[in-house]
């Protein structure tokens, strides 16, 4: 059995992007400190849990994840358990009544706390919650070593969102939009490129909301975005998420002017209807929507794009139902994530009337996951013998094989008897499927 002493840890990681980010802070300063991951939670003296509660699904798996780690520490009571993340910010103490084994809560903006809160729990203290949304800058994250081997990595740009959209709970989970500096930003992505990264994906809630001033001059996000793509030996650059209200035509026009911009964006739509989008406060319309991604493929023809959309929202009709699917049908998405609403606790669409049937969400869910199947299916078929860039990442899920991504951001498969990783190659494609492609390999670009 584990002494109080032993450093073992396991985070599991819930959620967005943001979270990956935030967990690969933690398990840094972990690691400098002398502690080691290990793969299964049953090994480790410290168990995190990075949570998400943007939606009711993923907070159901948290909740039977902590029930599954209670038990675990049931038998073996020096064992620390922490929830980090957006549930722990939204439950706060609430949560360690529901799991009294809980030792220690912590929100999105107290990461850089959270080695503390560790050492003081070992310490005898328990029960602690650190839910402050003190503005306050998302911290540098850079530590020797722990990219290593690597080819894409995240930066945190900005955090927190001012748009309260209003089924959304990220605004009170996360807090008020604020940036990081650029000169921070900058100097991040260039020890990530020193150890290896060749693709760097910028990160916000809302990343063109990101403003800075600096040394008298103002940075918006077109200028951070020209001025970390010139950084020597990036090769790729992406960002996500974008909010189409805030898409600016100075934006849109750098898709056609830095090189090592990938074509893809991800744009979330939410509702094709109107009606829906004035209830859920978006602040376009279906039209102005549908004007943004004929600009982008007009800058940039190749450019994939995908989204985000709900079904069932409060007031939801079969007709605004079917303006969504119009609106699918009409733009061809490279790719879309789907997802039924849910109720989140203090948000103003909780309030509204004319709440779907579950069983109505998950009938539209279905069609609209089935039709955009086919036409994601049809566009990656359409890739079928063109060559295509391959940024190769590691070894495949599929045996023996490596796997990578295009530019577009599609993921590609393929045999090759030395080690790839790293490499920029060319593919010839064989096969297209749902989610990945089958290709050939054929040049070697280093
Ligand atoms: N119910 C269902 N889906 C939601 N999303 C955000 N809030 C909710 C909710 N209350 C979806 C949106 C968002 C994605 C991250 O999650 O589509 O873009
Ligand atoms: Fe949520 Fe809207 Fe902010 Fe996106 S823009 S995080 S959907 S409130």
Excluded at 45 to 64: F, G, Q, S, W, Y
Excluded at 346 to 363: H, I, Q, S
Excluded at 399 to 426: A, D
Aim: hydrophobic share 35%; glycine share 8%.
């Amino acid at each position: 059995m584990a002494g109080s002493s032993a450093k073992r840890f396991y985070i599991k990681t819930m959620g967005c992007q943001m979270n990956v980010y935030d967990s690969e802070y933690v398990a840094q300063r972990l690691m400098a400190l002398g502690w080691s991951p290990v793969s299964e939670p049953a090994e480790a003296d410290l168990i995190i849990l990075n949570t998400c509660t943007v939606r009711a699904k993923p907070e159901h798996k948290a909740a039977t994840f902590i029930g599954k780690v209670s038990q675990l520490k049931k038998r073996r009571p020096e064992l620390v358990l922490g929830v980090l993340g957006c549930l722990a910010q939204q439950e706060g103490a609430e949560l360690l009544r529901k799991f009294p084994r809980v030792d220690f809560v912590a929100g999105p903006r107290e990461i850089q706390g959270v080695i503390n809160i560790v050492r003081k729990v070992r310490g005898g203290e328990r029960g602690i919650v650190a839910t402050s949304l003190e503005r306050r800058p998302p911290r540098t994250q850079v530590f020797q070593g722990y990219f290593e081997g690597k080819v894409s990595a995240f930066i945190t740009i900005m955090q927190g969102c001012d748009n309260f959209c209003s089924y959304c709970i990220v605004p009170y989970v996360r807090g008020r939009e604020v940036s990081r500096p650029p000169h921070e930003i900058l100097e991040e992505t260039k020890i990530l490129i020193a150890q290896g990264v060749k693709e760097i994906t910028l990160l916000g809630q809302n990343v063109n909301s990101y403003t800075f001033e600096e040394n008298g001059a103002r940075w918006d996000f077109p200028d951070l975005l020209k001025r970390v793509s010139r950084l020597t030996g990036l090769k790729r650059l992406r960002f996500t998420t974008s909010h189409p209200k805030d898409l600016s035509p100075r934006l849109i026009q750098l898709f056609g002017e830095i090189d090592n911009l990938c074509p893809h964006i991800h744009l979330p739509f939410q509702a094709g209807s109107n009606k829906v989008l004035k209830k859920m406060n978006r602040k376009y319309t279906r039209e102005q929507y549908i004007a943004l991604t004929e600009q982008l493929r007009r800058i940039r023809p190749d450019i994939a794009i995908t989204s985000d959309v709900m079904v069932g929202f409060p007031g939801e009709t079969e007709r605004d139902f079917r303006d969504t699917i119009e609106l699918v049908r009409a733009i061809q998405f490279d790719g879309l994530f789907s997802f039924k609403y849910s109720d989140r606790k203090g948000t103003l669409a909780t309030t509204f009337d004319g709440k779907v049937p579950e069983e109505e969400k998950a009938r539209r869910l279905q069609l609209l996951q089935e039709i955009q199947k086919d036409i994601t299916i049809k566009k990656n078929k359409a890739l079928e013998g063109k060559i295509v860039e391959v940024l190769v990442e590691g070894e495949s899920t599929r045996g023996g094989q490596q796997c990578g991504r295009t530019p577009t951001n599609k993921i590609v498969n393929f045999y090759s008897n030395i080690n790839r990783v790293g490499q920029l190659v060319k593919v010839i494609i064989e096969e297209a499927f749902a989610n990945s492609l089958r290709g050939t390999l054929i040049e070697i670009n280093p």
